[in-house]
């Protein structure tokens, strides 16, 4: 596929793509950041959509896979935070003893990469190098702990 018929298909699937990710994410900016990004991978991966029976679809598809991974990612955030600011109104005077007992329940690997992400704010490749591990292995220890902790955090508040 050559850059205008690219063009040509993404001008045809453009709106489609739009309200997709508009009734998606219910906000315009993001809906056009998530298109954007989703033509700049289907530009890297003409050569699938170029087979594709229906191309068109195939956009209107790609975008809404990229939005729910955008919705899955905010509430991955969401509920990390909520487990991370909690207020006194639980019962307990201060969340960072809190957090920090619910953190040390953790095995050692997955503490030790959440301390790093989140106390040390590195990034996954810099956790990766001080810990001898592949990012993949980090990223797998990150949504573990990340898991537990919101697991953890949910049954103490029932």
């Known amino acids: 596929m050559d850059t205008e ?14 309200g997709t990710a508009m009734s998606l994410l219910g906000n315009a900016d993001d809906a056009r950041d998530a298109v954007q990004e989703t033509a700049a991978a289907l530009w890297r991966n003409s050569e699938a959509l170029a ?3 229906n191309p068109a679809a195939y956009c209107v598809a ?15 955030e969401t509920l990390l935070d909520e487990a991370m600011s909690l207020s006194s109104g639980d019962g307990y005077d201060d969340s960072a003893p809190y957090l920090s007992e619910l953190m040390r ?19 996954n490749s810099e956790i990766a190098l001080c810990l001898g591990l592949s990012e993949g292995n980090v990223r797998q220890l990150l949504s573990r702990g990340r898991k537990a902790l919101r697991q953890l955090y949910l049954k103490d508040r029932i």
């Open 5 to 18: 018929e690219f063009k040509l298909l993404l001008g045809q699937a453009y709106g489609r793509m739009t």
């Open 62 to 76: 790609s975008v809404r896979n990229r939005c729910v991974s955008i919705l899955r990612l905010k509430k991955r």
């Open 105 to 123: 329940s953790l095995p050692a690997r997955q503490r030790k990469v959440l301390e790093m992400k989140i106390c040390g704010d590195m990034e």
């Open 51 to 53: 087979a594709s029976c």
